[in-house]
């Protein structure tokens, strides 16, 4: 009997210490596996027209180097939209900004003309601040993806009025005329200074102001092209934005657009299309230095669309020379590239559809949609 008593003890001892081994292997595998962290901020930046040969192209006549190389995770969206293989702006941008599909041109809302939430807009409704820098009239067909929901792009002065619906904190481009110079004879100017914008007309003015809530209304359309005059304005915008932005304690969400990669490539202007990639790239490297600092920053790097087909035909690495040459003047159907920084990156890999942008970074954000 004292023999089984023995065999007793020792058994409920031996399988109360594998237990415990079998715990402690748990928890210890438990404590070191990485845990994916939410990022407090996001900034989408959005290269309009920009394919993998237009990088390269830009990667080529900077002598094998750009700052969007230092992303780890990449992929590629699909750009259809809901009536066209070949999308627009307006389409491309809605996609995006409310991770829902429509007709071209349409802006903000689905092909039956249901409004839908853009991403800004949320961030807002989630007491995070928000901001938008664009080289190109803060009313055109990106920006306005973001801002409004009308069922036409060039409803310009109608997109200007949608400014005055949201809560946005910062924004900052051209597009004055769209606020002054208007059918209906509204000042918006006076509407915005009412809600405590301080409201900027020039980019020299940029860097000295001082409000928490910006208009940066820098030209009476679009800005111009890089190689003709517009300057640092996208690097310099989106620096002065991310200062106002990060005072808010819960986060910020912010879009940037590198506009007139697009134009350039509709004109079937390789130099300048180079230029308007290298000022885009330059940007990058501003914003990710911010990121890799802060680190609670997603930056994720995309375009809406790839415009003119363009093919690389020869060039030198070594003295930074690249041919090019378009194979169309408008938008074609391929996919575009994705990249992503910081804090989440690794959900932006692989292939995913363009509405998946939206979805991805409301996911990120722990949002609760509509």
Known sequence: MASASKTTKFNSGFRWTVYLSISVIILTSCSFEPQIKSPKNIILMIGDGMGTTQLYAAYVANKGHLSVERCKYSGFALTYCADSLITDSGAAGTAIATGFKTNLKMIGMTPDSLPRTSILKYAEQNNLATGMVVACDVTHATPAAFIANTLLRYNYEEIALDYLKTDIDVFIGGGLSRFINRKDSLNLIDSLLSRNYQVIYSLDSINSATGDKIAGLLYDIHPPKY????????????????????????????????????????????????????????????????????????????????????????????????????????????????FAFGPGAEAFTGIMDNTDIFKKIAQAFKFILN
Not at 320 to 328: A, L
């Open 227 to 338: 190689n003709d005059g517009r300057g640092d304005l996208l690097k310099i915008g989106s620096l002065k934005a991310i200062e106002v932005l990060k005072k808010n304690k819960n986060g910020f969400f912010m879009m940037i657009e590198g506009s007139q990669i697009d134009w350039a490539a509709h004109d079937n202007q390789n130099d300048t299309l180079v230029s308007e990639v290298l000022d885009f790239d330059r940007t990058i490297n501003s914003v990710l230095d911010f990121a890799e600092k802060d680190g609670e920053t997603l930056v994720i790097i995309t375009a809406d669309h790839e415009t003119g087909g363009y093919a690389i035909i020869d060039g030198d690495i070594g003295k930074g020379i690249v041919k090019g040459v378009f194979n169309s003047d408008e938008h074609t159907g391929v996919m575009v590239p994705v």
